[in-house]
């Protein structure tokens, strides 16, 4: 029973008889070396050496040819054993003895080895895009390689002082906007954002990557008990549930993977546009209030303030 569980559907007499076999084989090949590293010796005429190393080198070479065959047979025999990845704990999963009913740890191997290949193929695909970008016209098609700018780095792993020059950056860029970096977990940024005295942002990041944001208003507490940076709880009031939503469009529409850093800017700029959250009309039916609610919508590209129905 035990050994059932150790090595599911594995033939253990096929697999001793296989590592005999293979021994057996690493023996063949070893007299066929020899056969060839004394060649034609110990004979007293040519036409004698030539006969007795050509006998023993093809005596060699069918017990090669035997072993292997044999070797062969008894690969198929051996069955599959079960395949162990180093997934930490979910390796126990593979001892669950109902596979057949509940095959979690078979699914959740054949997950991690499609999210490999999805992300070695992703990698492939943004090689060939780089490769056959965009030109804006016609007559930039001679300009030499030497005056093209240099891509960024495309890497999800950047240097942590990379990240706190560009956060810098754009901290001075906006007086009216003060951003507080933190890595409460590790290397992974943490943004805490304050517009003005009109609302507060939490900006989860991954390395440069932005991964997500929640919205507050300026009054409301942005820490837990324990005085970390609550990246879970929504805002209490409707008007900032919005813009969070808002917010989460924004990042999916701000994406330039190899320029990190301009994302993360253009994403900056897009929300500032906020700052006048309660003072600005909708551009479209010039209304303050819509619902109870002012215009919670910026344009992406022109900034312009609407209602969440005018905008469309």
Wanted: aromatic letters at 8%; one cysteine or more.
């Amino acid at each position: 029973m035990a050994e059932g569980v150790l090595s599911p559907g594995v033939n253990l007499e096929a697999f001793s008889q296989a590592i005999a076999a293979i021994q057996a084989l690493r023996s063949s090949v070893t007299r066929v070396f020899d056969c060839l590293k004394d060649g034609m010796r110990n004979k007293e005429t040519l036409e004698g050496r030539e006969k007795s190393f050509v006998a023993c080198f093809q005596e060699s070479l069918h017990s090669v040819s035997r072993d292997l065959s044999e070797l062969e047979r008894l690969s198929n025999l051996v069955g599959k054993p079960s395949e162990n990845h180093p997934l930490h704990n979910s390796g126990l999963l593979s001892l669950d003895p109902v596979q057949d009913k509940t095959p979690l740890y078979s699914q959740l191997l054949q997950a991690y080895k499609w999210s490999n290949k999805l992300q070695y193929h992703a990698g492939l695909a943004s090689g060939l895009l780089n490769q056959q970008s965009l030109k804006r016209s016609a007559n930039q098609m001679g300009v030499s390689a030497k005056r093209r700018p240099k891509a960024q780095p495309t890497t999800l792993v950047l240097p942590p002082q990379y990240v706190d020059d560009v956060i810098s950056r754009i901290d001075r860029m906006f007086p009216e906007m003060s951003i507080h970096l933190s890595r409460p977990n590790g290397t992974s940024a943490m943004l805490l954002v304050t517009l003005g005295k009109v609302l507060k942002v939490i900006v989860v990041m991954r390395s440069l990557f932005i991964d997500r944001t929640i919205v507050k208003g300026y009054n409301e507490n942005v820490y837990t008990e324990d005085g970390k940076v609550d990246i879970w709880s929504k805002s209490n009031y409707q008007v900032f549930q919005k813009v969070t939503d808002h917010a989460t469009t924004a990042l999916l529409h701000y994406q330039l993977p190899q320029m990190p850093d301009v994302v993360v800017r253009s994403f900056m700029t897009w929300l500032r546009s906020y700052i006048k959250l309660f003072q600005a009309p909708c551009q479209r039916c010039g209304k303050f209030l819509q619902d109870g609610l002012p215009p919670t919508w910026r344009d992406f590209r022109t900034l312009e303030a609407f209602h969440d129905t005018c905008r469309q």
